[in-house]
């Protein structure tokens, strides 16, 4: 199976997707884990993407693709966080997939309104080590500043503070909304209420991909 989950910056994809991952045995593609390991393996793709992340620019369509065609196996099923991010790599992603006979089986929307996801946010701390995800508010690490898991620096990002996180969000939902119309066209596109616990939304989640697995 080929999953999309689909959401905005604060909607849980991270935390979904790990207990997805967990439960289904799917291999978790995260754009931004690719290309951490593709600059830290100072590989020709990784290289090539340090340059324009470096200038502050955006990563190319091609080389985002390129990257994750490198890490697809016909013979697993994936879920893919943080791609497709544009229609662009969505008609790239169905490209690739042509050859072997696959297709996105589902692509799943975490909707949450702007203002729940700003004040997301503005709570959300991450370690600088493993990338745990913690929150001020309803997750805190065990000692302050101090991964449970890892012992490393707990630190809100940068890109998670206020006007940053706003400009963010508007980018996103700017990009998603041609997507989130090409996969309803597909018949695939399915959509989950993020605002709820992350428990209750897991759940739903299951459910979706148990009925997809079923058809499948």
Not at 24 to 53: C, I, N, S, W
Not at 91 to 96: D, E, F, I
Request: charge should be positive; include cysteine; hydrophobic fraction near 40%.
């Amino acid at each position: 199976m080929i999953i999309i989950l689909l959401g905005s910056p604060g909607s849980g994809k991270g935390t979904q997707s790990k207990i997805l991952s967990a439960r289904y045995g799917f291999v978790h593609l995260a754009t931004g884990d690719v290309f951490r390991a593709e600059m830290q393996a100072k590989t020709p793709l990784g290289l090539k993407a340090a340059d324009y992340v470096k200038a502050g620019r955006l990563v190319p369509d091609t080389v985002v693709t390129e990257m994750v065609a490198g890490r697809l196996d016909s013979r697993k099923d994936y879920l893919l966080d943080g791609f497709p991010r544009n229609l662009d790599q969505a008609t790239a992603l169905s490209r690739l997939l042509s050859p072997a006979g696959q297709t996105v089986n589902l692509a799943i929307f975490l909707s949450l309104p702007r203002q729940e996801a700003l004040r997301r946010l503005s709570s959300r701390m991450v370690c600088v080590k493993c990338g745990e995800v913690y929150n001020a508010a309803s997750r805190p690490p065990r000692t302050v500043g101090k991964c449970d898991a890892c012992g490393g620096e707990v630190v809100v990002r940068e890109d998670d503070k206020d006007a940053t996180a706003e400009k963010r969000i508007m980018i996103f939902e700017d990009l998603t909304k041609p997507l989130v119309a090409y996969y309803k066209a597909e018949g695939v596109l399915r959509e989950v209420d993020a605002a709820k616990s992350p428990d209750a939304v897991a759940e739903e989640l299951s459910s979706i991909i148990e009925s997809a697995r079923v058809r499948s």
